[in-house]
């Protein structure tokens, strides 16, 4: 039951992209194919998954029993950047299509905050083990695909439309994000 | 100055410089926030104390009385009361899941008859501008001085005598919910809470 | 002269011409997070000056130091510290900031905004050209922020850095304080950025 309240609560109602705003660079960066959106989210899933577990093990076992409690944010963002690295040698080794399809984007999930954020929001879960911080990464990683595959194709259809002069470019994908978010606020108490 | 050159050793030696220079200074600037920290955290509290509770004179947050209760996860907190050795009232900490947004977290302050005196809310997530107007003077004067044995702390759609937010039903409904809460733990420990003066 | 005129350059091309919020869309997680009143923006924006100029400093120190190759874990470490130092003095002496800002303190590490500038600017320039370059950067973070903010709480709750304007019961645009205004009210604010900044150039 708590796992489905996990999964409903990351996806829809605290949305990470549309009602937290983590991750909203990429969000706006790489939406503008579904294709390249869909890939996004791949490595996305694969990161925060990864990179949570890692500083989930590290805080319980590591920081908290030594009292250095106050090193969380340095040495987080240190292994995130550490493993987004060695993920990148590993997949070019071992699978070369599935580097070919997320390894553009690889490099700019380090800067990626949804990640940090992520394993930060994940050490504060009620009653929380590893089980229950590595779902909540995968749950908040589905929510943040959603978003950006939603998003995504809106905007492909957006090239076509007539948009006047000075809304073009960022202002309309702003507009846009923002109907989407309202679209999601609806989603309010539903846990 | 030139540029190092990217040799093993020099990348080794580098970083691992930088990484001892960052770990001692935070070390020293934790060392140096430890003391303010947590005394910034025991005056919320105190603050908080001092809004809900009859004049007192003793230290509430050192005579704490904690109870277990099926009403909530965690051990509820009572804050109790004492002026010149005798109880006047106590704090405890309400708190329910049902708010729109999960978790409103609160501190009921009762005199010795179980009036309230005043309420604080400690934590919530609701909706800003909607939820969030429980903290206003208007909603929390409805609560005060009322006895929730002989007044029904429920909306009025319930069949209460609380009126709710305009536009947060659910909010106000949860908020009674963790007053009622507080109430029924003060009412069952209030014999512990007159002897739990260190 | 040439000289001189170089260093108002850097300064006053992170207000205006690069702002990093309206012109670059940089550090947007935090700029759309954290302003549903102008004081909010205005911390995250001040805390965000802060982190930028120290890291700033401390790299354009160092940078003949640190072989290129590992620049980046070396930058990331700097401005990590910095961030935690920021996060602890916040906790300990303004608790109530340190509230209403939550996770985007420590997340002020991966603001684009401060390892851009490190990378882009410090790592390449004397310490004062550096200097000049994060005070004018941040203090364009801080205004657009602070705008934002601003817009937001007016529109909102009906008030400005907390003084309210409104009676207590009028019914105000709360849909601004909520997360959709966010997104609604940058993209508004970028127009007439884009539109100001257009006409003076």
């Known amino acids: 039951m708590d796992y489905i309240i996990i999964l409903i609560a990351a996806v829809f109602v605290n949305n990470i992209v549309l009602s937290q705003f983590l991750g909203i660079c990429p969000f706006l960066g790489v939406s503008n194919k579904v294709s390249t959106s869909v890939g996004m989210s791949g490595a996305v899933l694969f990161v925060m998954t990864i990179a949570t577990m890692a500083t989930y093990l590290l805080h319980q076992y590591i920081l908290v029993p030594a009292g250095l409690d106050y090193l969380r944010t340095i040495t987080f963002i240190l292994v995130i950047a550490a493993l987004v690295q060695m993920v990148e040698i590993i997949l070019k080794k071992v699978s070369p299509p599935l580097y070919q399809a997320l390894g553009v984007f690889l490099p700019l999930i380090t800067t990626n905050c949804a990640v940090l954020g992520v394993a930060i929001l994940a050490l504060g879960l009620e009653g929380g083990s590893l089980l229950k911080a590595v779902f909540f990464a995968v749950a908040n990683s589905i929510g943040f695909a959603l978003a950006l595959i939603v998003f995504a194709s809106i905007r492909e259809y957006l090239e076509l439309a007539n948009i006047p002069k000075g809304m073009k470019g960022v202002p309309i994908n702003l507009l846009v994000a923002g109907l989407l978010s309202l679209a999601f606020l609806g989603f309010t108490g539903l846990v | 100055m030139s540029k190092k050159k990217d040799t093993f050793l020099n990348m080794v030696v580098s970083l691992f410089v930088i990484t001892i220079v960052a770990g001692f200074s935070l070390g020293f600037v934790n060392d140096l926030t430890v003391g303010p920290k947590a005394k910034a955290k025991l005056e919320k509290k105190v603050n908080a104390l001092k809004l809900v509770l009859p004049t007192f004179d003793n230290n509430p947050v050192d005579d704490i009385l904690l109870v277990q209760s099926e009403l909530a996860k965690d051990s509820i907190e009572m804050y109790p009361a004492f002026s010149e050795n005798k109880f006047v009232g106590a704090a405890v900490i309400g708190s329910t899941e049902k708010g729109f947004s999960g978790l409103i977290k609160i501190m009921v302050g009762f005199n010795e008859g179980g009036n309230i005196k005043n309420i604080e809310v400690l934590e919530q997530k609701e909706t800003p501008g909607l939820g969030t107007k429980m903290k206003d003077e208007k909603f929390l004067a409805q609560f005060r001085e009322k006895n929730p044995s002989n007044f029904n702390i429920k909306v009025t759609k319930d069949g209460g005598e609380i009126d709710a937010l305009t536009g947060a039903t659910i909010t106000s409904r949860a908020f009674g919910e963790a007053v009622q809460m507080a109430y029924d733990e003060f009412v069952d420990n209030k014999d512990s809470l007159k002897k739990s003066k260190k | ?201």
């Open chain 3, 1 to 201: 002269m040439a000289e001189k005129m170089n260093q108002t350059q850097n300064f006053l091309k992170g207000i205006v011409k690069e702002n990093p919020v309206f012109v670059m869309l940089l550090g947007m997680c935090p700029t759309l997070g954290v302003t549903s009143s102008a004081f909010n923006g205005l911390g995250m924006g001040v805390a965000t000056l802060f982190v930028l100029l120290m890291s700033n400093i401390v790299v354009s120190l160092v940078k003949s130091q640190i072989p290129s190759k590992v620049r980046i874990p070396a930058f990331i470490i700097i401005i990590a510290s910095f961030v935690t130092i920021v996060e602890m003095v916040l906790e300990a002496f303004i608790p109530f900031l340190y509230e209403q800002l939550g996770i985007f303190i420590p997340l002020i590490v991966v603001n684009c905004l401060i390892l851009g500038r490190a990378e882009a600017f410090a790592s390449k320039n004397n310490l004062m050209s550096s200097i000049l370059d994060a005070l004018g950067m941040g203090l364009g973070f801080v205004i657009a922020l602070t705008m934002l903010g601003a817009v937001r709480e007016i529109l909102g709750s009906g008030s400005l850095f907390e003084l309210k304007f409104v009676s207590e019961n009028a019914n105000t645009f709360i849909l601004f304080i909520l997360p959709p205004g966010a997104f609604i009210a940058l993209a508004y604010l970028t127009v007439l950025f884009n539109k100001i900044s257009i006409k003076t150039s």
